[in-house]
C-alpha cells in the first residue's frame, strides 16, 4: 500500500522524555476541582449552579451561549466552593467553579445504558453532541456541534477525515486511547458521519499503526463507505494542510473525490460515541505527562479540573526544579503560569523540562534533531513574547529552518525583515501563509524565536 507524504520540510520529532505509549494509568480523582466556564477562544458559558450548590457528577453547572461556547458538567459529584477567575490561556481570564468532591459518583465505573443511534435523524444526533458539551480535544477545544454546523450544510459532498496520525511522540495519550478505545472511536466516526451528512470517511493513519488503520477500517466498512490512506509519520503530517496535500495525491491517483474535508481525532471521536449512545458529557480524558524534569513519565486518564500538580505528582514528581512547563507538544505548547492549572478536554499532554545542558552537544552543526528538539523546548516562553533584541540577530546562516520548513518559506529571511521592522504588503502575504508548525524553530541552533514572530510580527514588540 502506497505512503502519502507531503513534498519536502518537515521533521522527524523524537523525544526520550515523552511517556512511554503502552498503556494508560488511572489518575486519581481530585478532591478540588477547578473547571473552567471559557474556552480557549475566550467564549463564555453562563454559569447556572452558585457557590454553595450540590453538584452530580456530570450535572450541567454552565450553559453554551452560541457559538464558540460549550455546555460544561460537573466532572465529580460534590459542594461548589466558589466561582473564581482563571488564566486558562494565552493570558485568557476566565471563570472557573471550584468543586470539592463530595457524595456518590453515579457515572464512574458503570457501563451505561446503550443507547440507539441509529434510529435518530442527523439533527437529533448534533443536538445530543451539543447538550453533552463534546469540543475538540486535539487541542482547539471549540465546540464539535459549531464545526459539524459548518459542514452540514455544504453544497459539495462532504468527507469525514479520522486523523490518527503519530508525527508527535507527546500525542502518546491519542495512541494509548487508540489502542484501548477503537470500538468507540470507530462508531464515534459513524455517528459523526451521519450527523453531518458526510458520504465517506476516509481513514489518515501514520504508515507504522497500519494495523489500527487496518482494525478501523474493518469496523468502519461495515457500515459506511470508508477508505484507508496511509500517511507519513513526518511532523508536521498531522496539520490539516499537510493532510490535505497528501488527501488530494490519492484522490489525483485513485481518480475519487472526496469534497470538503471534515477533519476530526480519535480522542473527540470516542467523546462523541460517549455523547450519543451513553448520554454522558466529557468528565476524563486520556493526557500525556513527562519531560525531562518528570520522574516517571507516563499516560493518565485524568478527570477534568484535576489541578496539574497532581498529574505530575502522580509521575513521581519532579527530578529538578523545572525551568518550562508547558501544556501541548513542546514544539507548539503553551506555557503554564501556575502548577493549580486545570485539565481541561482540550490538554493532551502537559510537560516539565529542568534547567539541562549537560550532555548536550554544544555544536549546532551536529546536533541531532531529538536533542535540537529539547533544547527548542526549553525556550523560556511567554504570552506575549517579548523579542530579545541582544540575540535577535544571532542567525548563523545555517540554512537549516529553510530545509524543514513544510510551506517552502524563508524563515531565516523572514526574521530578518521582521526585526529590521522591514513591513511590506509583500511580506504580509509571505507570513500569511506560515502555519506556526514551529519546525524552524525546532531546528535553529541559534533558538531563534522564528515561527512565533513570523505568526504574529506584532507578538515581538519591544
Ligand atoms: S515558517 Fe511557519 S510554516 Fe515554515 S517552518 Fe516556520 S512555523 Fe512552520
Ligand atoms: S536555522 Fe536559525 S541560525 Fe540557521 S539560518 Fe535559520 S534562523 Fe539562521
Redesign the pocket.
Known amino acids: 500500500m502506497k505512503v502519502y507524504s507531503f513534498p519536502h ?1 518537515g521533521i522527524s520529532f523524537e523525544d526520550p522524555t515523552a511517556p512511554p505509549r503502552d498503556e494508560s494509568a488511572l489518575s486519581f480523582l481530585p478532591s478540588l476541582s477547578i473547571v473552567p466556564l471559557v474556552a480557549q477562544n475566550g467564549s463564555r458559558s453562563l454559569p447556572v449552579v452558585k457557590p454553595g450548590d450540590t453538584v452530580c457528577e456530570g450535572q450541567l453547572i454552565a450553559r453554551r451561549q452560541g457559538a464558540g461556547s460549550a455546555n460544561v458538567h460537573s466532572p465529580v459529584p460534590g459542594k461548589i466552593l466558589e466561582n473564581t477567575t482563571w488564566n486558562i490561556a494565552r493570558g485568557v481570564l476566565c471563570n472557573s467553579m471550584v468543586i470539592r468532591m463530595e457524595g456518590a459518583f453515579s457515572l464512574l465505573g458503570k457501563t451505561g445504558h446503550d443507547y440507539d443511534w441509529r434510529t435518530l435523524s442527523p439533527f437529533e444526533l448534533r443536538e445530543l453532541i451539543t447538550e453533552f458539551g463534546v469540543v475538540d480535544m486535539d487541542g482547539t477545544g471549540v465546540p464539535v456541534s459549531d464545526t459539524i454546523s459548518l459542514f452540514h450544510r455544504a453544497h459539495e459532498p462532504v468527507t469525514l477525515l479520522v486523523r490518527c496520525v503519530f508525527d508527535d511522540p507527546w500525542l502518546a495519550a491519542d495512541y494509548v486511547l487508540c489502542q484501548e478505545r477503537v470500538e468507540s472511536i470507530a462508531l464515534g466516526a459513524l455517528i459523526t458521519a451521519r450527523a453531518a451528512h458526510a458520504s465517506k470517511i476516509v481513514l489518515a493513519v501514520s504508515e507504522p499503526e497500519k494495523k489500527l488503520g487496518i482494525n478501523l477500517l474493518e469496523k468502519i466498512s461495515t457500515e459506511a463507505e470508508a477508505t484507508l490512506v496511509l500517511v507519513g509519520s513526518r511532523y ?1 503530517q498531522r496539520n490539516t494542510r499537510e493532510l490535505e496535500i497528501v488527501l488530494h495525491q490519492y484522490e489525483r491517483k485513485e481518480k475519487q473525490h472526496f469534497g470538503a474535508l471534515l477533519c476530526m481525532g480519535p480522542a473527540t471521536l470516542a467523546a462523541i460515541c460517549d455523547a450519543v449512545t451513553l448520554h454522558k458529557p466529557v468528565l476524563d480524558r486520556y493526557i500525556a505527562v513527562g519531560g525531562s524534569a518528570v520522574r516517571r513519565p507516563r499516560v493518565l486518564k485524568a478527570r477534568l479540573g484535576s489541578r496539574l500538580e497532581q498529574l505530575f505528582d502522580e509521575c513521581g514528581g519532579f527530578t529538578a526544579r523545572p525551568k518550562r512547563t508547558a501544556i501541548g507538544s513542546p514544539l507548539l505548547g503553551r506555557p503554564v503560569f501556575s502548577l493549580d492549572e486545570p485539565v481541561t478536554a482540550a490538554s493532551y499532554a502537559v510537560f516539565a523540562i529542568r534547567d539541562e545542558h549537560g550532555g548536550f552537544n554544544k555544536n549546532p552543526r551536529v546536533l541531532d534533531l531529538r536533542t535540537r528538539s529539547r533544547l527548542g523546548a526549553e525556550r523560556p516562553a511567554s504570552v506575549p513574547f517579548k523579542l530579545d533584541y541582544a540575540r535577535a540577530n544571532k542567525c548563523i546562516g545555517c540554512g537549516e ?1 529553510r530545509t ?6 524563508d ?1 531565516e529571511d ?1 526574521y530578518k525583515m521582521l526585526i529590521a521592522r522591514v513591513f511590506s504588503r509583500e511580506l504580509g502575504l509571505l507570513t500569511a ?9 525546532a531546528v535553529c541552533p541559534s533558538r531563534l524565536p ?2 512565533r514572530l ?2 504574529n510580527p506584532a507578538g515581538g514588540g519591544s
Open positions: 520540510g508536521p529552518c524543514v520548513c513544510p510551506v517552502g518559506l524563515p523572514l501563509r506560515c502555519h506556526g508548525c514551529g519546525c524552524c524553530e522564528l515561527s513570523i505568526i
